[in-house]
C-alpha cells in the first residue's frame, strides 16, 4: 500500500500544518484522486466529538494498526484494519482499544466489524498521527 506522504516531499509546510492541526484536536482532510478521508486522532476524541461524528457520519471507523489488533485479539499477522464505528461505541470501548486497559468488561473485539484496510489514504493518516506523537489510531 502507497504511503502518499511521500508525494508531499514539495511541500513541507503542508504536512507541519495538518501536524500542528491534529495535536490541538482539529480533524484533517486528507484526499487524492479517487477518495477523500477526514482524519482525527482516536487519542484526542472526547464524547461531545464522537456523538457528532456517530450522527452525522455513516461510514465513520475507527483506524487502528495491525501490532495493536495483534496484541488486542492475542494473535499474529494481523493488519492495518478498520473497526466500524457503531452507535452503541463510546469513548470507554475506544479507549480500550487505544490502550489495552479494560475499563469495563469488553470481552472481546467484534470480528464482524473488523476489516483490513486496502486503502491508500489509511496508512497516509496513520503515517501522520505517528509524525504527531500521538497513539497510531485515527477516527
Sequence with gaps: MENLLNSFNSNKHIIKKSIAELRTGIPVLLYNNKSNLLVFPSEMI???ILHKI???SDNAYILITGNRLNFLLQSSGNQ???ITLKESYNIDYISYLLTG???HSF?????????VSTNPLDI???S???????????I
Design 46 to 48: 472526547d464524547n461531545q
Design 128 to 138: 501522520l498521527i505517528k509524525l504527531t506523537k500521538l497513539l497510531p489510531s485515527a
Design 124 to 126: 497516509t493518516s496513520i
Design 54 to 56: 456517530q450522527k452525522y
Design 80 to 82: 492495518l484494519s478498520r
Design 101 to 103: 486497559k479494560k475499563l
Design 107 to 115: 470481552d472481546h473485539i467484534d470480528t464482524n466489524n473488523t476489516t
